[in-house]
């Protein structure tokens, strides 16, 4: 029995095809193959069930999955502990970064980060909060970059800042006139809204007094880009609201339709997360580090109310 065999068996249980677990685990199909069946000739039971389409797992190849996913792990960490040693800051590193977070956070940080750590490979994805904790879990990446806090007592949160809520009000809207705006006067069915799976739509939805699933405008729409609701509010279709970072590149007419809340301002909390078993720290070290060297000098609010970003929060 290798750890080789066993990274296979994981790759085949994920894809459940042997040819793309093999494109994944960079060998050809019949090597992997004739690797698996080594390991169940070895074992004396069959893990997969073959003749399912998409492949299954047998009832013991659960079981060995399940091993197999923590030998794995802990061989890997092998490496990490020698790294931790020596304070090495190098090496393979998988982040995800949830889509409200990447396009105002990453530019800021990730030019600085390369160039004071170029032995790092930074392996980044955009990714919702779901599929980050997901991927923590599964090892399958180091850090993620999201909205906090999350009530996962697997993952581990270090709070990076407090980025306040600003309304976006184009001059037809009722609340326009208004100098500040007060979390009591929004009304649900007045916000345009990001999709599903966006939890700054969720952190709205706990931000906001009543939330009616009907509406009354003719229409119901719900997006992926700020861009888009951006437009669309412009278009006196509603309101919006914005991370503050986000509001920073707006042109100077669109700034004029921006108002901010009261205080405490309603904000999230924007966390470096990682697993609770995690042990590449000195790579958590340096991320959260460049961070917070360029961080600070674009947004520094204290006197904020942490919106949850989770649901029926």
Same mark, same amino acid.
């Given at each position: ?15 459940? %095809? ?9 060998? #050809?199909?019949? $090597?992997? /193959? ?19 389409? &998409?492949?299954?797992? #047998? ?27 020596? @304070? ?7 982040? @995800?970064?949830?889509? #409200? ?8 940080? !990730? ?15 955009? =990714? $919702? ?6 991927? =923590? /879990?599964? %090892?399958?990446?180091?850090? @993620? !970059?999201?909205? $906090?806090? +999350? ?40 916000? !345009? ?12 939805? %706990? +931000? ?14 719900? /997006?992926? /880009? ?5 437009? +669309? ?6 309101? $919006?609201?914005? &991370? ?5 590149? !707006? ?14 301002? &309603? ?41 949850? &970003?989770?649901?029926?929060?």
């Amino acid at each position: 029995m290798t750890i080789t065999q066993l990274k296979y068996v994981l790759s085949v249980a994920e894809y459940k %095809n042997f040819t793309i677990a093999a494109e994944h685990s960079f060998v #050809t199909q019949p $090597t992997l /193959s004739m690797q698996i069946q080594k390991l169940e000739d070895h074992l004396g039971v069959l893990i997969f069930n073959r003749s399912k389409k &998409p492949i299954e797992l #047998t009832d013991i190849g659960l079981k060995v999955v399940e091993q197999a996913k923590v030998i794995v792990n802990e061989s890997n960490r092998i490496v990490d502990i020698v790294h931790q040693h020596k @304070g090495f800051v190098g090496g393979e590193f998988k982040l @995800g970064i949830i889509p #409200t977070v990447m396009p105002t956070l990453l530019p800021m940080f !990730l030019n600085n980060f390369t160039k004071k750590y170029p032995k790092v490979k930074l392996i980044i994805e955009e =990714l $919702t909060t779901e599929e980050i904790i997901k991927k =923590l /879990s599964d %090892n399958h990446l180091d850090a @993620g !970059l999201a909205a $906090t806090p +999350l009530e996962n007592e697997m993952i581990k949160e270090i709070p990076l800042y407090y980025e306040p809520f600003v309304g976006l009000i184009p001059e037809e809207h009722r609340l326009f006139h208004k100098k500040k705006i007060d979390s009591s006067e929004l009304e649900m069915e007045d916000i !345009l809204l990001l999709e599903d799976g966006h939890c700054f739509k969720d952190s709205i939805i %706990n +931000l906001c007094r009543t939330y009616k699933a009907d509406n009354n405008k003719g229409f119901q729409l719900e /997006s992926g /880009s700020f861009n888009t609701l951006i437009k +669309l509010s412009k278009e006196g279709l509603g309101m $919006t609201l914005l &991370p503050y970072l986000h509001t920073l590149d !707006l042109n100077e007419i669109d700034k004029n339709l921006l108002r901010d809340f009261t205080s405490p301002q &309603p904000a999230r909390e924007v966390s470096l997360i990682f697993h609770k078993s995690q042990l590449k720290m000195q790579l958590i070290e340096a991320l959260k580090s460049s961070i917070d060297g360029v961080i600070r000098g674009a947004i520094s609010f204290s006197d904020v109310k942490i919106i949850s &970003p989770l649901k029926n929060k």
